[in-house]
Each structure stands twice: as C-alpha cells, then as structure tokens.
C-alpha cells in the first residue's frame, strides 16, 4: 500500500461520515421491515445443501451400480462377438465382412449398396 492509498482511506470515511451526518436521523424502518425476508432467505439458502446431500444419497449408489452393470457388459460383449466372428457364426456383421471380405449368407441390402463396385453400378 503506498502513502497516498493510506491517507486516502481517513479522506474517504471522513467524507462519508459527513454526508451521513447532513441527513439527520437515520432511518432504519426499512431494514426493520425487510428482516423477516432476509432470515428466511437465510433460512432456505442453509437448508438447500441438505436437498442435494439427500438427493445425492438417493442417487449415486444407483448410478454406480447403474455403471457396473454397463461396465461388464462392454467388458463382456466383445469377448462373445469375436468368439462367434471366429468360430463363422456371426458372418451377416460389419466385423466379419471386415475380416472374411465376405458378408456372408444373409444379405444385407445396405451393406450391398456401400461395397458395390464401379462394375457393379453400370449394369
């Protein structure tokens, strides 16, 4: 803090002490009034993290178990595919056209239509 900012500071109060001085008696109704407002907005803001600890007890065990059960299943649905790619089972899957070049017994018109050849287009 330089010396100027502290002889500001007795300037600034010593002028806003005067302002308040010239306006006479001070007028506190106002603040009287408005008290109950401001304690039951007290009241409420005290009272809402109790909602969010609450809501939150209520709902994260179920989101976590929500999670494993997600978790496991992404963990065990690759395994069950590839073991079926593997085995010829699964030959109508994108994987498999991927990994046999063929799309196998069933036809699948969409498929059909994006590995259609040049050739294929003109007739």
């Given at each position: 803090m330089t010396d100027d900012e502290r002889h500001l500071g007795p300037k600034v109060a010593r002028e806003a002490l005067s302002v308040a001085a010239s306006h006479g008696e001070p007028d506190v109704e106002r603040l009287i009034q408005s008290l109950p407002?401001?304690?039951?907005?007290?009241?409420?803001?005290?009272?809402?993290?109790?909602?969010?600890?609450?809501?939150?007890?209520?709902?994260?065990?179920?989101?976590?178990?929500?999670?494993?059960l997600l978790v496991a299943a992404a963990w065990l649905w690759p395994a069950r595919s590839t073991h079926g790619a593997?085995?010829?089972?699964?030959?109508?899957?994108?994987?498999?056209?991927?990994?046999?070049?063929?799309?196998?017994?069933?036809?699948?018109?969409?498929?059909?239509?994006?590995?259609?050849?040049?050739?294929?287009?003109?007739?």
């Open positions: 407002g401001m304690l039951s907005e007290a009241e409420r803001r005290r009272r809402a993290p109790e909602r969010i600890v609450s809501a939150a007890a209520f709902w994260v065990p179920r989101l976590g178990f929500a999670t494993a593997a085995q010829g089972t699964d030959d109508s899957s994108l994987d498999s056209w991927i990994v046999t070049g063929s799309a196998g017994r069933l036809s699948d018109p969409l498929l059909d239509a994006l590995v259609q050849t040049e050739g294929d287009r003109e007739r």
